[in-house]
């Protein structure tokens, strides 16, 4: 499929106001064409509506959407079905320009329905995203000369060059710049430059490795547009980041484990990809400014591996992730991933793992954990985590994001308030006052 149409933006373009007009349109030519039974196609159209608006919440409440349906997300549902069920009826009716408005507002109906859902979950921000693949061009790799300094320092330290971009450049790694992937079927991973990454003679920055959701795939969308803003203030400074994919398909969950079904996610993500970066980005070597973070499953293994892999991960951020990895589908889970082995399933839980560290293990690292404040399915095991986390010794910061759900608004807040509390450990940003 072509590159363009993969990458088309989604929620931040007016597509799905043009697609509503014309369903919209549609439908009244429909309904006034030659006008006959005008009561009857509307009575057609809000009952088509009214069942989708209740079929929805059924289904919300029956939990197949694993938490709260976000707002608007029912009415876009709703209004979408009641249009092209009015479309069907212009279709069975004629004269053929009636049908032709009909069959028109069919399409444009399911296609606002879908867009209007989509834009109120507000994560996947192309059809890239939403289809699990990778739209962006192949990365051109940055020459190994990075410039040697305190990392505590740089805030202080830096000076931007003239003619520095002054945005973060996107590209996926693929083809040559391809991070091995050993025994994990892995898609391409995405990379964010900031642009203090981009200039003749580059700092040394931290790294950031993030995990999307599932479903999902290595869409930096929503992080880069974090990072883009963090650098616009700060001289172009900001960590280099890699998304990677931690489920292998959009509709498989590893649990962030090595196992004999999905292949060995952990150690691909904990072992390859920082030898890798090591090898081929300047960044900083010492990992105290490395961090591994994630939004939702990719939280949950994010919680995971810096609870686990402590000399790995400086720091860990926490966006709105499961309380512990596979929460959904314990037992499926526990069958899968751990061939039936329920001790190993509960040790590999975050908190468990934070709990059996030996003392001062977590000395010196950040824990950023948030979530929204009407997620009622995630909220409660964040906060579970973050506490968890406090305990065993980790500095820890909680943000909740006021009247949101498990939505990509909870994801951008959430990365906005991270991503400059994150910058004084990593050497970004002077100390907090």
Request: hydrophobic share 50%; proline share 8%.
């Amino acid at each position: 499929m072509n590159r363009f149409l993969l990458s088309f933006e989604l929620i931040d373009s007016p597509l799905l106001i043009v697609c509503a007009i014309i369903a919209g349109v549609g439908a009244l030519a429909v309904v006034s064409w030659a006008p006959r039974r005008v009561v009857r196609t509307l009575v057609i159209g809000v009952a088509a509506g009214v069942v989708m608006y209740i079929v929805a919440h059924i289904l919300e409440a029956l939990n197949l959407f694993q938490g709260p349906l976000p707002a608007g997300a029912a009415v876009w549902a709703a209004s979408g079905v009641a249009a092209a069920a009015v479309g069907v009826v212009g279709i069975c009716r004629r004269p053929w320009g009636r049908r032709i408005a009909g069959a028109l507002t069919v399409v444009a109906a399911l296609l606002a329905a879908a867009l209007g859902v989509n834009t109120a979950y507000g994560v996947t921000h192309n059809l890239a995203a939403i289809l699990g693949v990778q739209a962006l061009d192949p990365a051109a790799l940055p020459a190994q000369a990075a410039v040697a300094g305190d990392p505590a320092t740089l805030y202080q330290t830096w000076e931007p060059p003239a003619g520095m971009p002054t945005q973060g450049a996107l590209s996926a790694l693929s083809g040559n710049a391809k991070i091995p992937t050993g025994q994990f079927a892995a898609r391409d991973a995405s990379l964010y430059l900031p642009p203090a990454a981009q200039v003749a003679n580059p700092p040394a920055l931290p790294l950031l490795v993030f995990m999307m959701g599932q479903p999902g795939s290595p869409d930096p969308t929503a992080l880069a547009k974090a990072l883009d803003a963090f650098a616009a203030k700060n001289r172009g400074l900001a960590p280099i980041a890699v998304v990677v994919d931690q489920l292998g398909a959009p509709d498989r969950d590893p649990a962030c484990v090595d196992s004999a079904k999905y292949g060995a996610v952990s150690t691909y993500i904990n072992q390859l990809v920082p030898q890798w970066a090591e090898k081929n980005l300047n960044i900083v070597k010492d990992h105290r400014y490395w961090t591994i973070g994630g939004f939702s499953n990719g939280g949950s293994c994010a919680a995971m591996y810096g609870s686990k892999y402590p000399d790995v991960w400086g720091q860990m951020l926490d966006v709105m992730g499961n309380e512990f990895p596979g929460s959904e589908h314990v037992a499926e889970t526990v069958a899968d991933t751990y061939n039936g082995d329920a001790g190993a399933f509960q040790a590999n839980k975050p908190s468990v793992i934070m709990a059996a560290a030996p003392a001062g293990t977590y000395t010196g690292h950040l824990a950023i954990f948030t979530w929204g404040s009407a997620d009622t399915t995630y909220g409660p095991g964040q906060k579970a985590n973050s506490e968890a986390a406090q305990a065993a010794g980790f500095t820890v910061l909680t943000h909740i994001v006021e009247g949101a759900g498990h939505t990509g608004e909870a994801l951008d807040a959430s990365l906005a308030f991270a991503i400059p509390a994150l910058a004084p450990t990593l050497g970004l940003a002077p100390p907090a006052s």
